[in-house]
């Protein structure tokens, strides 16, 4: 059984693209960030991931293609319709 995760898909700019939450330690360092983002990529086979995660501060930090951070940056996550993928 593998660790789960909550997603969310969303339209931009005619793509889904798909949210997923991460721990924070996933995305502490730069080489984390992208190796957590390469393993989902990997994993649902599809290049159009963003990662977000909230730390103490409640600040989200996203790691993504800078146009579909540019967009999700601002939805508050708490009105996300978040699902669960099993990685």
Known sequence: M?????????SIDGKTVTLIMVAEAGVATPEMAQRSMAAFK???????????????????????????????KNMPLGKVNWSQVEM
């Open 2 to 10: 593998g660790q789960r995760f909550p997603f969310a898909n969303f």
């Open 42 to 72: 990997q994993r649902l086979q599809k290049d159009d991931v963003v990662l977000v995660a909230q730390g103490v501060s409640l600040a989200p930090t996203y790691i993504g293609a800078k146009p579909y951070v540019d967009k999700l």
